[in-house]
């Protein structure tokens, strides 16, 4: 079955970049039309996508984090991994991988739009 797995530092210092690979099982992350994305949610939040890498290799990222975000992939490894640059205490958040079903994801996460998730990973920003 399909499965998707974050892993990472659960530290990060503030200024430093964070950086999260999900690893996915079961199925490729070159098949057709899925969307490989990233979402958080910080506490008392809602969950906020953060962006994709899409079955092609295209990018998309949120507006709001598009400066400091960049999503790539290894196909050979079957994974994808999140960069987070110049992170604050702000962006202390359950960090989740997921597979998306279209490429135009609403920033405030609709949870129809996506069909697996990994476990999710708490990322804390101190220092």
């Known amino acids: 079955q399909v499965q998707l797995q974050e892993s990472g530092p659960g530290l990060v210092k503030p200024s430093q970049t964070l950086s999260l690979t999900c690893t996915v099982s079961?199925?490729?992350?070159?098949?057709?039309?899925?969307?490989w994305s990233w979402i958080r949610q910080s506490p008392g939040k809602g969950q906020e996508f953060i962006g994709y890498?899409?079955?092609?290799?295209?990018?998309y990222y949120s507006p709001s984090l598009q400066s400091r975000t960049s999503i790539s992939r290894d196909t050979s490894k079957n994974q994808f991994t999140l960069q987070l640059s110049s992170v604050t205490p702000e962006d202390t958040a359950v960090y989740y991988c997921a597979r998306g079903l279209g490429p135009f994801p609403s920033l405030v996460v609709v949870s129809s739009e996506y069909d697996m998730w990994g476990q999710g990973t708490q990322v804390t920003v101190t220092s």
């Open positions: 890498v899409g079955y092609t290799g295209s990018t």
């Open positions: 079961g199925v490729s992350i070159t098949s057709f039309a899925y969307y």
